[in-house]
C-alpha cells in the first residue's frame, strides 16, 4: 500500500496548549449542528499522523454518518452502558445511581447517543502492540476536534452487543475493537476542566518519592 505525506491543514490553528487544557469530556452534543465531511477528514489525517510501532499502523476507523444507523446504534450503546453498570454495580436505571456518584453526568451519554452528530468507532488490525499504536492517534483525533471547536468523549462498548454492532457495520471478524467516540458540536462550553495535582500523582525517581514542584 503506497504511503502518503500530509501538510498540516490550516484549520487546525489552536495552539497545542489551549487545545489540550481546555479539551473535556462532551457528552451532549447538537444535534441540529452536523459535523462536515471536510472536518472528518482533517480529524482522521490528523490520527494518522500519531506516533506507532514499527509505523506498522494498525489503527482502523468506522465513521458512522448515517442517521438511522446512528439511531440503531445508540440503542446498543445504551444497552452496553447499562451492562457494564450492571456487572460493576448492580445497576439497571438511573434510579439506582447513588446521588453525587461520578457516573450521574455519564448516564447522560447512554440517552445522547442516538442523536450524535457522528460516531466513529475505532479498531486495530493487527495483534500485539495493536491498542498502544492505536490510541496515540485517538488522543490526537480528540485533540485535533477540539481546535476545530468540536467536542468529543472517549467510551466502550459491553460484550454483550459487540457482535451485533460488527454485524451492522460489516466489520471483519479478525478486527479488534478498542473505543467508541461521539463527535459534535457541544451544548455546553469547553474547559477549564479540575484535575488532581501531578505533583501528587507523579512519583520521582523512586516510587512515593515527591517531585521537585510539590
Not at 457516573?103 to 502492540?129: C, F, H, K, Q
Request: aromatic share 8%; hydrophobic share 40%; proline share 9%.
Amino acid at each position: 500500500m503506497d504511503m502518503v505525506r500530509l501538510d498540516p491543514p490550516r484549520e487546525l490553528t489552536m495552539p497545542i496548549g489551549e487545545a489540550m487544557f481546555s479539551q473535556r469530556a462532551t457528552r451532549r452534543l447538537d444535534p441540529d449542528r452536523p459535523v462536515t465531511d471536510e472536518q472528518v477528514e482533517i480529524i482522521l489525517n490528523a490520527a494518522s499522523k500519531a506516533p506507532n510501532g514499527g509505523n506498522v499502523q494498525p489503527a482502523r476507523y468506522l465513521v458512522i454518518r448515517d442517521r438511522a444507523a446512528i439511531a440503531e446504534f445508540g440503542k446498543l450503546y445504551f444497552e452496553a452502558w447499562w451492562a457494564k453498570r450492571r456487572d460493576a454495580y448492580g445497576w439497571t436505571s438511573k434510579a439506582d445511581i447513588p446521588e453525587g456518584s461520578v457516573y450521574r453526568l455519564p448516564a447522560l451519554l447512554a440517552d445522547e447517543m442516538v442523536n450524535a452528530p457522528t460516531v466513529i468507532l475505532v479498531y486495530s488490525a493487527a495483534s500485539g502492540v495493536a491498542a498502544s499504536s492505536t490510541f496515540p492517534g485517538v488522543q490526537n483525533l480528540l485533540l485535533s476536534a477540539r481546535a476545530l471547536g468540536l467536542g468529543t468523549v472517549l467510551t466502550t462498548l459491553h460484550p454483550q452487543v459487540m457482535e451485533r454492532v460488527n454485524a451492522m457495520f460489516g466489520v471483519p471478524d479478525e478486527m479488534a475493537f478498542h473505543c467508541c467516540i461521539p463527535l459534535g458540536y457541544p451544548r455546553g462550553n469547553f474547559g477549564p476542566t479540575s484535575r488532581l495535582p501531578t505533583s501528587t500523582t507523579t512519583s520521582w525517581d523512586r516510587w512515593g518519592q515527591s517531585p521537585p514542584w510539590k
